[in-house]
T-cell receptor, first 113, second 115 residues
Framework: AQTVTQSQPEMSVQEAETVTLSCTYD???????LFWYKQPPSRQMILVIR??????QNATENRFSVNFQKAAKSFSLKISDSQLGDTAMYFC??????????FGKGTRLSVIA | DAGVTQSPTHLIKTRGQHVTLRCSPI?????VSWYQQVLGQGPQFIFQ???????GRGNFPDRFSARQFPNYSSELNVNALLLGDSALYLC??????????????FGPGTRLTVL
């Protein structure tokens, strides 16, 4: 079965600092997208960033960037200049077989003032 | 532009009852997917519909069913509710042109509590 592993159940970071969330996955596909979603206490699942597996360049969206290592099947999220509003659950996800998205168990991030 | 909308926001039912959850996709999106998120876990895939046809089904019992209407909105139905069905139900919409390179956008969810 295709799986997604997020090995850090909880993390904390000081405001304005940088934090990296880890994700590893398993797939036999060669061309696919990978995603990080954010779920704040309001419950809405919000797309943070998307990486195309066939692109070697790492995706960047403002303060959010990824470190994508295709051979190692690793897809980490870096948040720079952390803000209080970044406090949320973060989920790594990717498509697998007939499943549009397979999610990891999530990492709970707390940004501390 | 309006995002994905879901109704109702919250719902309380008792064991054995039936429930219907509703979802309207982003304008232009022809696919709707449903996920169940139990407290403390990541979402689990239930169904995907594209152009009113079931495109994929997760590992859920037959008590769960869904359909998609001509305007691409969707309903998720759950019969004979069990306590374990208590969860956040998320709807996502997408263009779904290709499974592996599709991007899903989520609604705010419906919180179902079964007593």
């Amino acid at each position: 079965a295709q799986t997604v592993t997020q090995s850090q159940p909880e993390m904390s970071v000081q405001e304005a600092e940088t934090v990296t969330l880890s994700c590893t996955y398993d797939t036999s596909e060669s061309n696919y997208y990978l995603f990080w979603y954010k779920q704040p206490p309001s419950r809405q699942m919000i797309l943070v960033i998307r990486q195309e597996a066939y692109k070697q360049q790492n995706a960047t969206e403002n303060r959010f960037s990824v470190n994508f290592q295709k051979a190692a099947k690793s897809f980490s999220l870096k948040i720079s200049d952390s803000q209080l509003g970044d406090t949320a659950m973060y989920f790594c996800a990717f498509p697998s077989g007939n499943t549009p998205l397979v999610f990891g168990k999530g990492t709970r991030l707390s940004v501390i003032a | 532009d309006a995002g994905v909308t879901q109704s109702p926001t919250h719902l309380i039912k008792t064991r054995g009852q039936h429930v219907t959850l509703r979802c309207s996709p982003i304008s232009g999106h022809k696919s709707v997917s449903w996920y169940q998120q139990v407290l403390g876990q990541g979402p689990q895939f239930i169904f995907q519909y594209y152009e009113k046809e079931e495109r994929g089904r997760g590992n859920f019992p037959d008590r769960f069913s869904a359909r998609q209407f001509p305007n691409y909105s969707s309903e998720l139905n759950v019969n004979a509710l069990l306590l374990g069905d208590s969860a956040l139900y998320l709807c996502a919409s997408s263009f779904a042109l290709d499974y592996l390179t599709d991007t899903q956008y989520f609604g705010p969810g419906t919180r179902l509590t079964v007593l």
